[in-house]
């Protein structure tokens, strides 16, 4: 129960101060200018809405979300002091680090449905969505809640394993590009590599004018390969990206469109990936906090 209100307390502290709001003030206004785009829009649609939030730039926008609210959560208070203070009050450190991440999940919880009631409201404005549509929106906001959770818990990790605020943030940035940037970009070239070289195209049969007919069995097992080769370096290529939260973001994002294009995707891995890495690197945190010397 002092866990709980540990967690009051961070939520009430987060939420008004001047930081969350000026955070939550971007958020808003950078996710609903995406998503006004759609109302000029001879058609528009949930989907077409839900889409911009499988964007880059909207993933980006979350993560530093995220990074902000947990990069100095636990620094500050060792540089202020007030946390061997807090620590002479009847709490246990367990309870302290449980309610902190408690009361950010409860304000970034916050700040996704503030940023969904925005959506809903300008889509509203031309568009009345349906019942699936609405709970393609439920399914986004935990998406979005898991997501900015998962960057908050990389900077918490940091917070907790460092002395001082900046360097926390530094860190964090640089793990944060890694994420964001580095793998994705990567990715495919390093499931290339690992996949090997691809078959060799049969060339006596390119220099025939009929070396696509699909009868010839030179280029039916050639195209065999080829398939079973690209379905290979695609495997290595999702792999990679579930230790990306921004690929696995996105890719669930997507699968929530109404585009045919994304109906296919397996998220299995992406929707465990958004929920394993946080948990893990809160335990980390956790064993950390509670033994290290103050």
Known sequence: MRALIVAKKEFVDIITSKRFMALLFAMVVFFL?????????SRISMGTAIGFFGSSGIAFVGGIFGIA??????????ES??????????????????????????????????????MVGAITM????????????????LATNAYLFTFFSIAFLVSAMVKNSSTS???TIGIFIVLALMIPMFSSVIAQSLAGQPPEEPFDLMRNQNFRNASDPRWVSYMEEMRSY????????????????????????GSLTQSTVFRTVD????????????????????????????
């Not at 200018?33 to 829009?41: E, I, K, P, R, Y």
């Not at 609210?69 to 060792?78: A, C, P, Q, S, V």
């Not at 690929?247 to 994002?253: P, W």
């Open 33 to 41: 200018m995406s998503v006004l785009q759609t109302l000029s829009a």
């Open 69 to 78: 609210l947990g990069f100095d959560m636990i620094t500050r208070e060792k």
């Open 81 to 118: 002091g007030t946390l061997r203070i807090l620590l002479t009050h009847p709490l246990f450190r367990d309870e302290i680090i449980i309610g902190k991440a408690i009361g950010a999940f409860l304000a970034i919880c916050l700040a996704s449905f503030v940023t969904m009631l925005f």
């Open 126 to 141: 031309r568009y009345t969505p349906s019942f699936e549509e609405i709970l393609s929106l439920a399914k986004l906001t």
């Open 169 to 171: 943030l530094a860190i």
């Open 230 to 253: 690209r379905e290979k370096v695609q495997s290595i290529t999702s792999t990679i990206s579930v230790f990306s939260p921004v690929s696995s973001y996105t890719t669930i994002v």
């Open 267 to 294: 998220i299995t891995k992406n929707i465990l990936s958004l929920l394993i890495i946080p948990a893990v690197l809160f335990g980390i945190a956790y064993f950390r906090f509670t033994r290290e010397e103050l």
